[in-house]
């Protein structure tokens, strides 16, 4: 779940940063760890590999936490909390902050409730 959220919402952030909807890309997230001179490609596969990370240890909270709620407001504070973390106020850029804000929150929300059904639904 959290490989599908990652290529999916990793993917609509770089087609985001392409059609220039906002500055922020997942290889931002690695940048002060990647070398000087590091391939664009490798950042590229950094930052996947760092948002899957991400992800991953939040559906693992999430699961722990929060998977027999049924509601979609733990998803939905969760994605800001994240956002707020990783991103926060400090882009000055209003649509930087919309976008990435709605991509941590949509995230969140298909873990939250890809989550909820797996608890809800132990034959599954």
Request: aromatic share 12%; net charge positive; charged share 5%.
């Amino acid at each position: 779940m959290a490989l599908a959220a990652t290529v999916l919402f990793g993917g609509l952030a770089y087609l985001a940063g392409a059609l220039g909807w906002t500055e922020l890309v997942p290889s931002d997230l690695i940048r002060h760890l990647a070398p000087a001179g590091t391939p664009s490609w490798a950042r590229t596969i950094g930052g996947l590999a760092a948002v899957y990370g991400l992800l991953s240890a939040y559906a693992l909270l999430y699961a722990f936490t929060l998977a027999r709620v049924r509601a979609f407001w733990p998803g939905l504070i969760g994605g800001a909390l994240l956002w707020a973390a990783f991103v926060g106020l400090g882009y000055p850029d209003v649509n930087t902050r919309v976008v990435t804000l709605s991509l941590f929150v949509l995230a969140s929300l298909m873990i939250g409730a890809s989550l909820v059904h797996a608890f809800s639904n132990p034959r599954w």
